[in-house]
């Protein structure tokens, strides 16, 4: 199975009181043309779909008309809320949208939306965990042992996927390879906590099993420890620090027992 994973579309964003409606119209466009040229399987969607837990109202026609697009070519879509979504939002007809291919994970609730598809060697189960702090996995799983967002994370997963288990992640948080920060860019919400070393952050580690984990929240293009634990990035610069950095979208393929990234 070959997926596309894309996160941090940030719809309806304004750069400098600038709107970025028609440069994200255009990358979306640009995005649909590759998927013409380079068929896919599915499209992943690692979170941060609007900027606003509110957004404009063309924010929410320019995704209604992206996804209605994605639908027509038969592309399933697996999407999470992101910490700038608005996650009860974003789970609005999400059982009606399931009937197109269209699966959404806004809420989290006690475990992962899972959402299984087939290719030749049989099922492929994706794991769509949104995004989520501590708190409010203490709520949804009040006998977990929390102490910081690593165990929150640990704890939201549950099982991690045993020998044999073909199983993919898309998750939006802050990921620690080998202990180390990703790259950010001012345009991460996340950006002075970094600065200032304060930041929670999630140990890649926690995603052990997984064929391929799909992340969102950071703006540049990385792997997190390992090749198979990655951010796509956002499609387009949104801070001036990122001004000339190269963006990309990540097709994956993933065979009978691993995934490579395209």
Not at 231 to 236: E, F, K, R
């Amino acid at each position: 199975m070959r997926f596309l994973h894309l996160s941090d579309l940030h719809l309806g964003k304004r750069v400098c009181e600038f709107s970025m409606l028609e440069e994200q119209r255009y990358i979306l466009e640009e995005i649909l043309t590759l998927l013409d040229e380079t068929p896919v399987d599915g499209v992943l969607l690692a979170g941060d779909l609007y900027d606003k837990p509110v957004p404009p109202a063309e924010a929410v026609r320019l995704l209604d008309w992206f996804l209605t697009e994605l639908a027509h070519r038969n592309i399933p879509v697996l999407a999470i809320a992101g910490n700038h979504d608005s996650a009860e939002r974003l789970d609005y007809a999400a059982g009606l949208l399931s009937n197109q291919q269209v699966y959404l994970a806004g809420q989290f609730t006690s475990a992962p939306r899972r959402v299984i598809l087939q290719d030749e060697f049989g099922e492929l189960t994706f794991d769509l965990l949104p995004f989520v702090r501590p708190a409010t996995v203490r709520h949804c799983l009040p006998d977990a042992d929390i102490r910081d967002e690593d165990s929150a994370i640990a704890a939201a997963l549950g099982p991690l996927p045993t020998a044999g288990e073909r199983r993919v992640l898309i998750a939006h948080q802050m990921v620690l390879g080998g202990g180390s920060l990703p790259t950010c860019s001012g345009s991460e919400s996340v950006a002075a906590d970094v600065n200032v070393g304060t930041v929670q952050a999630v140990d890649a580690a926690r995603f052990t099993g997984y064929l391929y984990t799909a992340l969102g929240h950071i703006h540049r293009p990385q792997q997190v420890g390992c090749p198979t634990v990655r951010y796509a990035g956002s499609p387009l610069c949104y801070s001036l620090d990122e001004c000339g950095a190269q963006k990309s979208a990540v097709l994956v393929h993933i065979g009978a027992n691993g995934a490579e990234p395209e």
